[in-house]
């Protein structure tokens, strides 16, 4: 039973925009941190973007500084990633993720428990 639902996923050209959608239960979405993160084929999973239970912090990982952005709808208890300016090596298979609560944004997978089947993202050049 999937626990998040992400979507939003397409084929893009370089330098174009997508917003990834990720629904989950209130359950999951109340007092967790939330992220983004993306794999892309042969590579590690790595972390894209993090928005903290409060809603008051979030962080990027600094090859999408300044062309991401995460943020949340508490009503609907669900988060987004707007990419902007998206490059080739952007292709990945992106994945939302909800964790433990802390003061900060976490980049490390293993603090979060709970994850979507991922939604396609691929850029051409």
């Known amino acids: 039973q999937e626990q998040l639902t992400e979507s939003g996923g397409g084929v893009v050209q370089a330098g174009g925009s997508l917003k990834l959608s990720c629904t989950t239960s209130?359950?999951?979405?109340?007092?967790?941190?939330l992220a983004w993160f993306r794999q892309a084929l042969g590579k590690e999973r790595e972390f894209v973007a993090g928005?903290?239970?409060?809603?008051?912090?979030?962080d990027y990982a600094e090859a999408v500084k300044g062309r991401f952005a995460i943020s949340r709808d508490v009503d609907k208890y669900s988060v987004f990633l707007q990419m902007d300016s998206l490059k080739p090596e952007d292709t990945a298979l992106y994945y939302c993720a909800a964790g433990r609560p802390s003061l900060g944004v976490v980049f490390d997978q293993k603090a979060y428990a709970l994850w979507g089947q991922g939604t396609q993202v691929t850029v051409s050049s």
């Open positions: 209130v359950h999951n979405f109340i007092g967790n941190n």
């Open positions: 928005i903290i239970w409060a809603g008051t912090a979030t």
